[in-house]
């Protein structure tokens, strides 16, 4: 009878891996380019802009995660933005002027803000390095930030190679 094979790394270590992309939030995610709202692509003209507004249908931003911005170098007025996220607010989870990255951010800065951290309180922590979903790098800078104050030690990666980050004294 052969040994029975046992993974030392899954069954006898005291890290807790935290895997940021468990908590990535079901939801379609559109870059809305409001530069075919424009005049030639470059120029805001009031009267066109809010016929735009008024005769798009908005039904199709129910829970999504909607980033506001121009692929233009035109000057958009601040109240552009309000006034399509006056449209957005009621159908989108969640609306940001910038890209899909700036969106992503923002969305995790918010989850992390609310994690309840005590049951890391004086544990070993490996932060999860290689994700399937778009996890930005903010998210892990506010990670650590969150974690931090209460972890024993944070690191970074797998399991198997990982990169110390922290160590509390």
């Given at each position: 009878?052969?040994?029975?094979i046992?993974?030392?790394?899954a ?12 908590y990535y ?8 380019d ?9 120029v805001?003209r ?16 129910q829970d ?17 933005y ?17 890209t899909?990255?700036n ?18 309180q004086d ?5 999860k ?16 930030q ?11 990666g ?12």
């Open positions: 009878m052969a040994d029975e046992i993974n030392r790394v069954n006898n270590t005291k890290l807790i891996t935290f895997d940021l992309e468990d939030p079901k939801g379609n995610r559109i870059l809305f409001i530069k075919d709202w424009l005049f030639e692509g470059l805001l009031e009267k066109d802009f809010r016929a735009h507004v008024s005769n798009h249908d908005w039904n199709q931003y999504t995660y909607v980033a506001l911005y121009c692929s233009t170098d035109a000057i958009i007025p601040g109240w552009a309000l006034l399509l996220t006056s449209s957005l607010f009621p159908l989108a989870k969640k609306i940001v002027v910038g899909l990255d969106l992503e951010t923002m969305i995790y800065s918010e989850i992390i803000r609310t994690l309840d951290v005590s049951e890391y544990k070993f922590i490996i932060i390095g290689c994700t399937n979903k778009p996890v930005p790098q903010g998210a892990y800078i506010d990670l650590i969150k974690l931090q104050p209460v972890a024993k030690s944070i690191m970074y797998e399991a198997c190679s990982s990169v110390p980050l922290y160590k509390r004294k």
